[in-house]
């Protein structure tokens, strides 16, 4: 149980275009969704925090503009990131639980690319 | 913020020997978490410590905690290749934050 996915799994784009990662819970419905991005050979980051039908949490430095969290359901989050550029390029991780002090069950990532 | 440290980032040993991850975070955590990543995979779960001296065993890895001392251990025994990954410790209540992870490289 507790399986997260995530589509695309990877995704090349051009730069300025914008890309739509989705994070699903297949086996329980998760009340809260988290967002990380993990640039090459670091450490992962907290990008937001979504809880389902109210606006996502941005960490300090995110910019809430570029990357939109919609959280419409308690099985589906997606994250766009909006304009991207090269600097976007990175592996983005989405987690779900089931309340905000559960444990987090991890997706298996997106990795994204622009060019 | 509560703050989490890793040492040591890089770590390479022999097969067979013995060793350490330690992981200290900053303030009260109520839980703490150790999960391995492959190479372009995500994370997997390896355990979720809860109260202070909680240890948890799965196979080759002993995970401890000490909330006194703000001290987590990730004890690795016998090491075999298959270990070969990158351990992040991680602690946190509403929200997890990271370490900057251990990679760990088991020469056969």
């Known amino acids: 149980g507790a399986v997260v996915s995530q589509h695309p799994s990877w995704v090349i784009c051009k730069s300025g275009t914008s890309v739509k990662i989705e994070c699903r819970s297949l086996?329980?419905?998760?009340?809260?969704m988290f967002w990380y991005r993990q640039f090459p050979k670091q450490s992962l980051m907290l990008m937001a925090t979504s809880n389902e039908g109210s606006k996502a949490t941005y960490e300090q430095g995110v910019e809430k503009d570029k990357f939109l969290i919609n959280h419409a359901s308690l099985t589906l989050s997606t994250l766009t990131v909006t304009s991207a550029h090269p600097e976007d390029s990175s592996f983005y991780i989405c987690?779900?639980?089931?309340?905000?002090?559960?444990?987090?069950?991890f997706g298996p990532g997106t990795r994204l690319t622009v060019l | 913020e509560l703050k989490v440290e890793q040492n040591p980032l890089f770590l390479s040993m022999q097969e067979g020997k013995n060793y350490t991850i330690y992981c200290n975070y900053s303030?009260?955590?109520?839980?703490l978490y150790w999960y391995r990543q492959d190479p372009g995979k995500s994370l997997e779960s390896l355990f979720v410590l809860l109260s202070n001296g909680a240890v948890k065993q799965e196979g080759r890895l002993m995970a401890s905690l000490d909330t006194k001392a703000r001290l987590s251990t990730l004890h690795i025994t016998a090491a075999v290749h298959d270990l070969s990954a990158t351990y992040f410790c991680?602690?946190?209540?509403?929200?997890?934050?990271f370490g900057k992870g251990t990679r760990l490289h088991i020469l056969p």
């Open positions: 303030t009260t955590s109520d839980r």
């Open positions: 086996d329980f419905q998760a009340t809260t």
């Open positions: 991680a602690g946190g209540d509403d929200k997890i934050i």
């Open positions: 987690s779900a639980s089931l309340a905000g002090r559960d444990t987090q069950y």
